[in-house]
């Protein structure tokens, strides 16, 4: 490819709105409204719901399902605290020295329907321990999954939570790693793995470094700050 | 024993308002109670019952004397080491001309005074003065005053000197492609941002990766020869192992809050961030100067981290700016409508929450950029945006971000685009940085040519 002459050229690298134009300090009219309708579709985005029985037929896997202690998405929205905590009455099978695997829906439902599966099936056998049966979990955070590995007596647990939409993609996973969870445990006691989608990290990059990081924290006996994801980069 | 350890007790607050009388059991909780109300001090339990309790505090909050902040601590001095930053480092000498005043007496002398003494103010002050002042202040107040205050800091450039906008270049990609973070930068220097930094959010911690960003920035710098910082947002403890292992580094990131417990839970100490400090220093790369800090923040960081002490959270944030400027930054923003509608519900909330960040910021002595940004689950839009900008920059905020068409798409939320920035300059005839705005003019930079200026050609960047 020669190297691009013009501004419009530079959207040949990047998703990003590069190369808009500009009439006087402002965008185009077109460029304008493509943002307009862009808002549009990720404000409807936020509002998906989990459609649990295809979920689960893609799991193909025993699935347990669980709920928050959030009523609805409203309440879920404005009170991350009940979102973290599993509903009362909630009963879970013990499964001591496994790894919990939770699937959330979180702040947008699309991504986790999308993605969840073909990371789950490329992350199982590639796991340091056993794998817990997987639990669905809606009305989610990420911190829920403290609470279900610590009913189960896992050892760490793996979360598949839906990120917030953004404009260019509503459809973006998050997968949060942590060991020996247990109520109370920070973000700073976490490792992420953020934007799994098509245009970002592939499902199978995505399992090989959870696996990566479950090995290094199984090693470390932790996850978070301390764990640093070191794993070596493929060549380019 | 030293003032601000608790010796004396707290006292209740009492204030009748249309013949009812309302009782506020604490310093703590009359800060809280007089906050202009928001969706995470109703989360925390926190605000005020009624518009009339919050007028009451209001009301009782602008009669309480300044000095009563250095005898009762939101938080225990010996429980938290920002208290002790704060209390140990305050400056009596500095604090002189506004120690007799109350909360109401320092609203009336900020409008009042000189730039000068606005500024000569701010060692003077702790952050809860500056939050309990903000919060019997409208935003017109808020502007006026942040547009007293001087600060100015050095890197490659000189940021924040009067009359100039610096925008932060922020080519974020969400696999960290070096083509597509390079596309990203491009496009920003073209549309005259990046004088504040062109600062990179990473997709991942992966600290190879890290590093390969470090050295894309630095080579894109140096080809060009820009007189900016470049810096990739990773955690402190990544950079501090890809400065050991070489990499380029110009400044130093990190998120930081207002509690011990908080930056606990972003994984930080305050002697880490000296350390880091340090290490940065001793790589001598600024030319200018020596500001080598970067730090964000936001309100609802602490309730989130479950770390706020029953503080409401605009107080937290001001006190992270204590914490901000024991390390003498470049830049801090916060990070406004980024958190979510939990935290901040709409852009109501944001916008008088942006003021305020930004004229605490500025009034406690740190050079204040503000993040103008919300995400898609809050009730918010670009207009709303456009409404907060405008108002930043009439108060003189030191920087914005400048992100591709607003639209971010690694960390999906929007904040404000190139244009936004040039918008901003060109309707309040605010500049970039000098030494950036003669870059411009030398690269030939501004023009309406749609084609790329030879001298910015993107094969010297690797884009073929």
Redesign the interface.
């Known amino acids: 490819?020669?190297?691009?002459?013009?501004?419009?050229?530079?959207?040949r690298?990047?998703?990003?709105?590069?190369?808009?134009?500009?009439v006087?300090?402002?965008?185009p009219t077109a460029?304008h409204l493509d943002?307009q309708e862009?808002?549009a579709r990720?404000?409807d985005?936020?509002w998906s719901a989990l459609d649990v029985p295809a979920l689960e037929a893609g799991i193909a896997r025993p699935v347990l399902r669980v709920r928050s202690a959030a009523a609805d998405r409203r309440e879920y929205?404005?009170?991350?605290?009940l979102g973290r905590r599993l509903a009362e009455g909630t009963a879970l099978p013990r499964a001591p020295g496994c790894i919990a695997l939770v699937v959330a829906d979180g702040?947008c439902a699309t991504g986790v329907q999308r993605h969840a599966p073909g990371v789950l099936d490329l992350l199982i056998p590639t796991l340091p321990l056993p794998a817990a049966p997987v639990v669905v979990a809606e009305l989610a955070r990420v911190a829920l999954g403290d609470d279900i590995a610590e009913a189960m007596g896992a050892a760490a647990v793996v979360v598949l939570i839906g990120?917030?939409?953004?404009?260019?993609?509503t459809d973006?996973l998050g997968l949060y790693i942590t060991w020996a969870p247990r109520r109370?445990r920070?973000?700073?006691e976490r490792?992420?793995?953020?934007?799994i989608?098509p245009?970002?990290?592939s499902c199978a990059d995505a399992a090989a470094?959870a696996a990566w990081l479950l090995r290094a924290a199984q090693a470390l006996g932790a996850t978070?700050?301390a764990l640093?994801?070191?794993?070596?980069?493929p060549a380019p | 024993m030293a003032p601000g350890r608790g010796i004396i007790a707290a006292m209740p607050f009492a204030q009748t308002v249309a013949g009812t009388r309302y009782v506020f059991d604490d310093l703590k909780t009359l800060l809280a109670r007089a906050t202009p109300f928001r969706s995470g001090d109703a989360l925390a339990g926190l605000a005020a019952g009624s518009a009339a309790e919050r007028v009451a505090a209001q009301r009782a909050l602008a009669d309480l004397p300044l000095a009563r902040f250095l005898t009762e601590a939101v938080i225990p001095y010996e429980a938290d080491d920002v208290t002790r930053l704060i209390i140990d480092r305050h400056d009596a000498g500095a604090f002189a001309p506004v120690r007799s005043l109350t909360v109401g007496g320092l609203r009336d002398w900020l409008l009042a005074a000189e730039p000068a003494a606005v500024t000569a103010l701010a060692p003077g002050l702790t952050p809860e003065m500056a939050a309990a002042v903000s919060k019997i202040m409208r935003v017109a107040d808020l502007m006026q005053v942040a547009a007293k205050c001087r600060v100015v800091t050095r890197f490659r450039n000189t940021i924040g000197l009067p009359g100039t906008l610096s925008i932060r270049l922020q080519p974020n990609h969400p696999t960290d492609d070096a083509r597509g973070i390079a596309a990203g930068v491009l496009d920003g220097l073209l549309l005259g941002a990046g004088d504040a930094v062109i600062g990179v959010n990473p997709a991942t911690d992966n600290v190879d990766a890290v590093m390969g960003v470090l050295r894309m920035l630095d080579t894109v710098r140096d080809r060009f020869a820009i007189p900016t910082q470049t810096c990739v947002l990773s955690h402190v403890t990544t950079t501090m192992l890809a400065m050991q292992r070489g990499a380029p580094v110009d400044l130093v990131f990190q998120s930081i809050g207002g509690t011990q417990a908080t930056n606990a839970s972003f994984g930080v100490t305050l002697a880490l961030l000296k350390e880091a400090r340090d290490q940065a220093l001793a790589l001598r790369r600024g030319t200018l100067g020596d500001n080598v800090m970067y730090f964000e923040t936001g309100q609802g960081s602490a309730l989130s981290a479950g770390a706020h002490h029953g503080v409401d959270q605009q107080t937290l944030e001001a006190r992270a700016y204590a914490v901000a400027r024991e390390y003498a930054p470049l830049l801090v923003n916060s990070v406004v409508g980024f958190i979510g509608p939990e935290y901040l519900f709409d852009s109501k909330q944001i916008l008088r929450a942006g003021m305020e960040d930004h004229f605490c910021g500025k009034l406690l002595g740190l050079p204040m950029g503000v993040d103008v940004c919300y995400t898609n689950h809050a009730e918010a839009d670009q207009d709303d945006m456009d409404a907060l900008l405008a108002c930043l920059a009439v108060a003189g905020v030191t920087y914005v971000m400048g992100v591709p068409g607003a639209d971010d798409v690694m960390l999906a939320y929007q904040s404000t685009s190139f244009h936004d920035g040039l918008t901003a300059r060109a309707l309040l005839g605010k500049r970039a940085a000098p030494e950036f705005e003669a870059w411009l003019d030398r690269m030939g930079i501004g023009g309406d040519d749609e084609r790329i200026p030879a001298r910015l050609s993107p094969a010297l960047i690797g884009l073929a």
């Open positions: 490819m020669t190297a691009p002459a013009l501004w419009r050229d530079l959207r690298f990047t998703d990003a709105r590069v190369g808009l134009g500009r006087g300090t402002a965008q460029a943002f862009a808002h990720a404000r985005a936020v929205l404005l009170r991350p605290d702040l990120e917030r939409p953004g404009l260019s993609a973006s109370g920070t973000d700073a490792n992420c793995i953020s934007n989608r245009g970002g990290l470094k978070g700050v640093k994801d070191d794993m070596a980069l």
